[in-house]
């Protein structure tokens, strides 16, 4: 089913998205290669959330929102054909939120919950190695490894979001969706986050919306623009924050509005 | 220009970045100018005005560092801004070794002898005004960003060359005819004539600037240096 020879983790085009009668995605093509970070910047309401969550068809529980266009995930599979489970795209799919939701359970729980309903630990003891490894590569295995069975929400917001990417990760998904993920983190938490979304590229596509323009030029090395539900400008990194195509482009990164 | 920063504090310092490269600027085209008369006139109150302007242009140049600095630090600039700063920094660089090799020149010229070959002192002159237009049509291309204009400065360094080398074949050939008049003054004309195309160079470096700040890349083409 994979197509190995995709360059592409995800590939879209003709994207539309309606909320009731309001347009909110205009007409948007976007690729997302393997094994890099890609963001999504633009002004508030230029619909980047929305646009994210087409690509693990979160958009589906909204009544209103109306989707179209074409989804490909490794070059052939089409996320939206009626024979694609959402569950079994999620597995592929991963997301992290803005505010970190883990749930009330102990922090062992958290992570281990997804491989447990995905089937993917054989035993106790390959479900401890998961566990272990998730919270590894997630950057915080050494901070809770003592206190496995504490409830989750008593961990600091840093913590705790770098446990939701752990429970992100514990399923490997292939592409990793980020709706602004450290807006309510410090300095530190956001560096050490950072770090992380530099390491799990080796092994993950990332995909990730942020206000911090700072943020985008660090961790990713593509970055699309939106602004109004179209897709303004899309390219290398470094390119957009030297010397991007379009003025819009530009006003917007060097902060100039209206 | 773009339009108007949201934040009025970072848009008043990128144009108070401006204003001082363009008094800079100011100042040493001012410079070169009276260097480039002093070759002729061996006045020696002009020559200690390239001294005395020098020292504004040191001080300018602080200025430009450490706001750049400051822009840099305070408020992290990307795309155009930040190419700006880049290039600030840069050109502000270019324009004090202009300054330094304008005060030298007219140091020098004052203490050639009256009796110095005139055709190779109206040499040394034109050499130096084709330096200094192309030197203001440089800085003129910086700050209309007129690309066009800065290539054709660009390319106006081959021609400064070509009369450097030719002016530095003369007066060795008239050494080796042994002109006392020329070799009494031993390497001050060579020293002279070097300065001119040295600031010809800087000329073309501030032209490579403005081609970076406008397209974001650097003009490929690399001519030999002299130095
Ligand atoms: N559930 C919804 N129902 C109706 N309209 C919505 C809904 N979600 C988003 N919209 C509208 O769609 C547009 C795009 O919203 P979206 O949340 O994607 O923007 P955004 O770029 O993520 O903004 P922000 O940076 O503020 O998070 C906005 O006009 C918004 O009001
Ligand atoms: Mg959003």
Redesign the pocket.
Known sequence: MVDQNSNYALQTSEVY?H??K?M??NNVALNFPKNEVTS?I????????????CLNRM?DV?D??NVKGKFLLNGNVDIYSPDIQVETLREKVGMVF?KPNPFPKTIYENVAYGPKIHGIASSQNELDEIVKDSLHRAGLYEEVKDRMEDIATGLSGGQQQRLCIARAIAIRPEIILM??PCSALDPIATAKIEDLINELKENYTIII?T?SMSQASRVSSKTAF?HL?NLVEYGETGKIFTKPDKEQTNDYITGRFG | METAHTDKNFEQKLNHLTDNLIKMSNIVEKQIEIAVNVIKSKDSSDAQTTQNLDEQVDEVERDVRDLSFEIMTLHRPVASDLRLVFTALKVSKELERMGDHSRNLAKRAISISSSFDEDLTDQMHNLGKGVQKMVNQTLESFFKKDEVQARISWNQDAEIDRQYKSLLSDLIERMHNKQTSVVDEGTKPILIAKSLERIGDHATNIAEEVIFNITGHYIDLKKSDFE
């Open positions: 998205v909320y009731g309001k909110a995605i999504l633009g002004p508030s309401g230029c619909g980047k959330s929305t646009f994210l969550r958009n909204i209103i929102c803005q709706d602004e919306v206000h939106f539900g």
